[in-house]
């Protein structure tokens, strides 16, 4: 699964690639938060929807809300299952929830996401900081949910979640998410034309699955390896959590045993 990604530039920047969006509201959270955004605490983030033709920044709850479960252990359980959604059900499986969704969709900007690697000799997951070559935010499609919800005291509120696209992995990805029982997959990583695309109200079936079958090219995405990112750790060189950090003896991708030193 994907559940950590990174949104740390202003979502002034986004405009650059929507000239005409309208920015209606932004997390409130640090600088620090967003360097690592954790999806199981469902938190609210930066998305773009388009509105009566145009194209708005607005903020949703990640993990779409099961609203026909009551008790919040067992939703909280269902609903960080809902972090993700398999781009491949959205018209193979009717029954599913991407399906009963796929009217309505929206992106994620982010400037990179994180993923574990599992090696051999290496006690801990390595975390990976995956992102696109020049720098710059990127957009990953996502579909939500609009629903009424009552919470603990009773009261109604109009709840918006969203849950975030993933398909079978690139050799990259493969390489860096392989192990668990969700690995070798991906967030459906688009073009730019492809993101624009996406929440255009205008978007066809047919060209909707020529979204969906995307397969970003390894060539088109960069990574490294990070320092811990669980358990609140803190960088030694206090830097930020995106930012290369050198594991001693790790192997390059494809190849899972921890190389030991010569000297």
């Known amino acids: 699964m994907c559940v950590d990604i990174a949104f740390h530039s202003d979502i002034q920047i986004t405009k650059e690639a929507f000239p005409g969006l309208v920015i209606k509201r932004t997390p409130a959270y640090s600088i620090e938060f967003n360097e690592q955004i954790l999806g199981p605490l469902f938190p609210e983030c930066s998305v773009i929807v388009s509105t009566d033709g145009r194209q708005e920044a607005t903020t949703m709850e990640w993990g779409v809300f099961p609203t026909w479960i009551t008790d919040r252990k067992e939703r909280d359980i269902r609903r960080n299952n809902q972090l993700n959604l398999r781009s491949e059900k959205i018209f193979t499986e009717t029954a599913s929830l991407a399906h009963k969704l796929r009217k309505r969709r929206l992106l994620i900007p982010v400037n990179g996401i994180y993923e574990h690697r599992k090696v051999n000799g290496i006690k801990n997951m390595v975390p990976y900081f995956v992102f696109y070559p020049d720098g710059k935010p990127f957009y990953l499609p996502g579909l939500y949910q609009q629903a009424s919800v009552v919470d603990n005291d009773g009261v109604v509120t109009e709840n918006l979640s969203f849950g975030l696209l993933t398909t079978g992995a690139n050799t990259t990805m493969a390489g860096i998410h392989n192990s668990g029982t969700n690995k070798h997959r991906m967030p459906l990583f688009l073009t730019e034309e492809m993101a624009q ?60 045993n921890a190389q030991s030193s010569l000297f």
Do not use: C, F
Not at 217 to 235: Q, T
Not at 239 to 244: C, D, E, F, G, R
């Open 197 to 256: 695309s996406w929440i255009s109200a205008s978007l066809q079936e047919n060209e909707m699955k020529e979204i969906l079958a995307y397969k970003i090219p390894d060539k088109d995405l960069e990574y490294h390896p990070v320092y811990s990112i669980r358990g609140g750790k803190v960088r030694p060189d206090g830097m930020p959590k995106y930012t290369l950090w050198e594991w001693p003896g790790l192997p390059p991708l494809g190849q899972d």
